[in-house]
């Protein structure tokens, strides 16, 4: 498995810790050469640590493993959005002593998936396993915003997307970079009271895991709602041609 973190820029003082693309390819859960890695790395860190994160998500244990590493660090984490946190990638971002998000940068939360097979039994099983991943992800957003289990629940059942401003308010983060000062910002709306539930097409799931193309796929039916119809795969040639 590749590596998907690289620290740099080491001193006694700070260190830089770069994630860039998915959290995992697959999953790192029983594998003990990556996250062994990955706490030897961290160990040899002193100081305060800065996380630039830029993941559309992964294995959801993945995250957990560094999220309790993270949090577990002796010195400041402060964590950087500069690009997107979606999925599992979210839960990585709320281990920061401080997390803040680039004015462009995007959060996303949604319920984790697996694949299961089997009898009744088995199905039921993998349900109450999902629940008590949803529960254990749930934790850690409480614990970074002012939210009720219930409304970060109802989040994550629709699938938020959130920009810096949004994220700002809602409280999973506690800046936004490059801001010379605080801006001032409108609390967080109320939770509206559910009238109807909408119907939800069916979903491919995967192995105790945020879908990373599923956050990518539904990033680009978001965009391609507000470009009059454009076709997909023309906004993916347009965005393929964008370098940062």
Known sequence: MEKFWQFK?????ETELIFNGPISDETWWGDEITPAMFRDELSK??????????????DCFSASQIYTMLRNHKGKITVKIDGIAASAASVVAMAGDETLISPTGMIM???PMTIAWGNKSDMEKAINELEEVKESIINAYVRKTTLSREEISRLMDEETWMNAEKALQLG???GILFDDKKAETSPAPEPEEETSKPEKEPENIQLMTFSVSRSRDSFMQKVSAHTDGVPIEQLEKRLNLLKY
Not at 49 to 58: D, E, I, K, Q, Y
């Open 172 to 174: 999973f983060v506690d």
């Open 109 to 111: 939360i949604h319920n």
């Open 9 to 13: 820029n080491s001193d006694e003082k």
């Open 45 to 58: 860190v002193k100081g305060n640590l800065t996380v630039w994160l830029n993941s559309p998500g992964g």
